[in-house]
């Protein structure tokens, strides 16, 4: 059959194997086909009305960051005026670490709190950084080189993308603003 329905030539196959086919089994396939094809047209609608609210956001200049993440990012924050500092930002963010030093041992933790929509957006922002820019790739491959794992050194990157989206962020309301 197909590898997956969200292809719109697997979708039309998928469409022409069912009309020979009779019996409710068909029938319900043909259902969920119909509501796969809705459901597209209504992605493709809010993907659009999304990309004219965040056109022009600083946000967008970031590598990683595209249309869906630059929108989850300013949706989950808010008013970013509300945020005394970066690290305000990163705890919110879930990606400040916290202190877990006993003793002689100094050691950070992982924050598995805060927003987890706002961690999930860094994670993609950095995971296409270290696989596909330049500086986060170095920057990867000298958190790596420090001793730090795979999963450490994203871990870092993400802290160090909080700085720069916790900026554009406030350079997006000003520009908002200074078209008010």
Partial sequence: MAANLTA???QR???RLLRRRDGVQAELARARLARLRRLATEIGELTDRLTERVAGHPLLTLPGVGVLVAA???GET???G???STDAFAALAGVAPIPASSG???HLRLNRGGNRQLNRALYMIALVQAS???AGRDYIAKKRAEGKTGRDAIRALKRQLVRTVFRLLQEGTRSLA???
């Fill in 8 to 10: 719109v030539r697997h």
């Fill in 13 to 15: 196959m998928v469409g």
């Fill in 72 to 74: 989850k990012l300013i």
């Fill in 78 to 80: 808010g008013d970013i």
């Fill in 82 to 84: 509300r945020f005394r």
């Fill in 104 to 106: 002689q041992t100094q």
């Fill in 132 to 134: 596909h820019d330049g």
């Fill in 178 to 180: 200074a078209a008010a």
